[in-house]
């Protein structure tokens, strides 16, 4: 697992899965849960975990590491019954990194079990999780998804329903969660009033019902997607029925992240309509529109930029080279950060390929800078390799204010477009020139999105709550 210091990118919090056959025994789902999860690795790379039901009774495994580290064949064979949810998570400022975070989080309460997996971030979580602790409440983890837990917990109580009791929280909870909730019988879907967060539903061949935050999820386990689920909607499933209940919240406008679509999502990914891949290149195309650069090649930092860089190489006529190698099992090393100088950690990472970049004027496009430390090691490992220009194109426009639904953009003074100009920006980096992608182009990078507005916040401080 890397350490937020070894490379400048912000990240999600998680990636949700869910399935539910009617009368299925074994392992059966809990495996394709396994399957989903790994299809969703990219969301959350700390911590894992899967729940099931059976018998009426919730069973769940959960550790720090990789879906392939945490779950073995024999641990995937225990975890038998009708129902599953996964979870894989990254933490966020204020989030501890710990087995105890870690999601599914398994609830006993006085009407039973529940199992939760959120992805998201709870605005009015301190508010909350004091309110609670003057009542009593003992809390085992750090995380806004224990303060969802207890809200449902506590409106459980005379709800008549789990269902019921989420929609009497959906009222409390304060900004953005896509959630999986599993009991002993049934699993209840939700989705905040602005849909912050993806969630999409599908089903397999076999009468399945699946869900999960990304379409890739659904491919994975050969199911057909069906359709989002729609903000502020929750989906219950029992007895093999599923039931769509809207309205409970009133309307609010959608709002989804707009960075699904520029480098949280996996590329094959389809969110509101809009392939996530195809989205990618337009910003490229806008880049080289509107910032053109004189150049021998293109290239990206691998692998979220290599869409965008495409998309500038098409557009531009420039050729697109693979400038960078890498190290895919660098993200894995367990060497603390204090070890390693950042220059190394970075370097362990990527590697410039000196034959394509030696002598050469080189457009390097990436999906963003955040505090601008990697991005200047960079500049400079293309130098040393002999780079005789370096022009980067940013595929968004610049962080100016931080996240709070469930991103680690960090605060004010880590952000460098906050406290610099681009052409301060530019200087601190060392390249010989730098643009972004326009924040009034951002809407034309997802042009078949459907029914659904996007948040850029981090780009204008515009939140849609607070």
Known sequence: MHSENTMDKIREECGLFGIYKHGAQGAYLAAQTYVGLMALQHRGQEACGIAVSRQREIFYHKDMGLVEEVFDDEI????????????????TAGHKKSKANAQPLVLNYAKGQLAICHNGNIVNADVLRKEYEQGGAIYQTTTDTEVIAYTIARQRIGAGSAENA???SMKILRGAYSLIIMSPNKLVVARDPHGLRPLCFGMKDDGSFVFASESCALDAVDAEFVREVRPGEVIVVEEGQMRELTGHCGMEASKLCIFEYIYFARPDSTIHGQLVNDARRITGKLLAQKC???????????????PAAMGFAEESGIPYVEGFGKNRYAGRTFIRPDQLSREQ???????PVKKYVEGKRIVVVDDSIVRGT????????????GAAEVHLRIASPPFLYPCYYGTDVPNFDQLISHKHSVEGVCKVIGADSLAYLNLEDLPKIAPDVRDTGLCNACFTGNYPVL
């Open 76 to 91: 995937i064979a225990g975890l038998q019954g009708n129902m599953a949810v996964g979870h894989v998570r990254y933490s």
């Open 166 to 168: 989420v929609f009497r």
């Open 292 to 306: 053109p650069a004189k150049a021998d090649i293109v290239t990206a930092l691998p692998d979220s930029g290599v």
């Open 345 to 351: 950690a970075v370097r362990l990472k990527l590697n």
């Open 374 to 385: 990697t991005t200047s090691i960079i500049v400079k490992m293309l130098r040393d390799a």
